[in-house]
Structures are given as C-alpha cells and as structure tokens.
C-alpha cells in the first residue's frame, strides 16, 4: 500500500513471530489518542485535540480561551526549545498544566460541561475515529488483550466519554491521563492524586497507578501506536521483550528520522487497516 511504509521489513516479521510463539497471552498495546486513534484532520481542517474542543467551543467563562491562550504562548515555546534541560522543561510543563487545571477550575468546569462538549463532538464529526478503531478494538476485547490509552495533557475522562458515546469503552481499556475529580454538585475540584501527566512524563511507569499493573508486568511485548517520536517515550523504563512500533505520520519532513524509530509508518490520515492486518496475523 502506498500509504504504509515499513523501514526494515526483516526485522518486522522477526517480532512478529517471536509474539506469535509466545501467545497472544504475552502482549499488550499502548496508544495515544488523539490522531492516532483518531484522524489528523476532519473535512480538510487538522482535527483539535479534545481539550482543544473544550477551549474553542465557548463552553466555559467569556475570558477562559483568552487565559488558556496566554499560557500557551508562555510555555509551548519551552516545551519546543532545544536549550532547556529535560527536567527544567518537564517542571515547567507540570507548572503550565497546574495552572491551566486551577483556569480550568475558575472557569467553571463541572461533569455536564465535559458530556455536553462530547456530544456536540459526535454529533459534528468534529473529531472522528479512524475507520477500523472499532474493529480493533473490539478484536483486542475479544482476545482479552489490554489497551492502555496514555494522554498527555489532556482530559482522561473526555476520552471515556467519548468512547462510552461510541459504545467502546469496554473492559479491557485503561486510560491513562488526566483524571478530573468532581464534588456533589458535579464542578471540578482537581486533579486525581494530583498527579498531573504532560508530554514530558508520559510513559508506561505511569501504568504503576492502575490496578492492571500487575498483569500488564507478566506482557512483555508491546504493539505501540503513536503520532509523533515523543510517543516513544511511553515505554520509557520499561521492561518489555519486543515492541512493535507504529506512527501516524502527518509531515513528511521528518521521514528518515522516523523511519529509524518506528517499525510501520502510515501516512496520508489512513485508516486502522494495516494495524487490523497486524493484530489478525499476530493472534
């Protein structure tokens, strides 16, 4: 297929059948959410990211977008900068997002805001899963393979509700990512455990908070789909045997770097069909 690249197809099917041997009993997958379980862009405009929505939808206080905007003119350029220290850059990444979840709080996020905003994405396409998502991941449940799902940054219980909308929120799925915490009258009050994931902490150690740790430890070999090279970090730390690699690639630019990274590369916002192809072949 045109849209799919395999940089080193030898290697490919040496994972592929070291995984087979040792059963599907042995893997689990590790995804990103937003555009890679999802397209990069609906209706030829590059899709928002769900908190994305939540911003420019005017869903919260008349100021809040203005704020928000603010503090992304501040710190995306440390998150982008090449002269700042890893650490450096990954406290203030956890500064800008403790101050976006207290704007948040100001602004008056509560659960109805959250479900309202999910509903208007479906039923305006706005953010749209790649054909074949369902199929996969109704594959995975079927095969009583785990699918941790880790967001930077973003709103871990936007993702269950858009799935839950979607009838895919099924029990072999763990979320990873942001998890608000609500009082009696449904407005947001914090952070779960105030632990606060961003694109510099996002990695599988974080799996050490779900009760499917345990389990997850005994799979060592990882599917991982991502967007972009960052999404490598989510098996940062960990102990895994063999990792299928697969990218979502938008830009092209970056091509001979990825193929270095990533074991299937598909371009072009192509569907879930080679990752389907993938799953079949393994199981």
Known sequence: MDNVIIPNPELLKKKIAKIKEQGKESMHVLSDFDRTLTHSSVNGARTPSLISHLRNGNYLTEDYAEKAKALFNRYHPIEMSTTFGQEEKAEKMKEWWSLHYKLLADSGLNQETIKRAIKDIINGE??????????????????????????????????????????????????????????????????????????????????????????LEKRKNIILLGDSIDDLQMIENSEYENLISIIFLESLESLELVKQKFDIIITNDSDFSEVNKLLEEII
């Open 126 to 215: 706005n953010i749209k899963l790649r054909e074949g998502v369902d199929k996969f991941i109704n594959n995975l449940n079927k095969n009583d393979i785990p699918l941790v799902i880790i967001s930077s940054a973003g709103i871990g219980n936007m993702i269950q509700d858009f799935l839950k909308e979607k009838n895919l929120l099924l029990s072999n799925i763990h979320i990873i990512g942001n998890m608000l915490e609500f009082n009696k009258e449904g407005k947001f009050t914090g952070i779960k455990d105030n632990r606060i994931i961003h694109v510099l902490n996002k990695r599988e150690a974080e799996l050490k908070g779900l009760s499917i740790y345990s389990e």
